[in-house]
């Protein structure tokens, strides 16, 4: 079993940073073979992917609503992974869940090819 616990979010204002952390743990957590993301929910809306890297941090994917302005990295050492979010708009406003893909190093962006998530950190932002 791998738990994922996410840090980091709050209340910004538009324009703002903040860094979001996922800790992970667990017997069964391999670092390198296993790629994360994270996506995220805004009331009344479906979850949506956010960004993916892959299992050594060599690559990752991003939403085109988040490209240039947030970062995925990973510290396997560490077995977390960080959302760095800059330039925050309005509409980025939601839960932020990290999540594991437990057989495979790749990206992706598809929800369902994630087995395990996070309980979810609010982030919000103001006009």
């Known amino acids: 079993q791998v738990q994922l616990v996410e840090s980091g979010g709050g209340l910004v204002q538009a324009g703002d940073s903040l860094r979001l952390s996922c800790a992970a743990s667990g017997r069964t957590f391999s670092n390198n073979a296993n790629a994360m993301g994270w996506f995220r929910q805004a009331p009344g809306k479906e979850r949506e992917f956010v960004a993916s890297?892959?299992?050594?941090?060599?690559?990752?994917v991003y939403a085109d609503s988040v490209k240039g302005r947030f970062t995925i990295s990973r510290d396997n050492a560490e077995k977390t992974v960080y959302l760095q979010m800059n330039n925050l708009k309005f509409e980025d406003a939601a839960v932020y869940y990290c999540?594991?893909?437990?057989?495979?190093?790749?990206?992706?962006?598809?929800?369902?090819?994630?087995?395990?998530w996070g309980q979810g950190t609010q982030v919000t932002v103001s006009s």
């Open positions: 999540a594991l893909r437990s057989g495979s190093q790749y990206a992706s962006s598809a929800i369902r090819q994630y087995d395990y």
């Open positions: 890297i892959t299992g050594t941090g060599g690559s990752a």
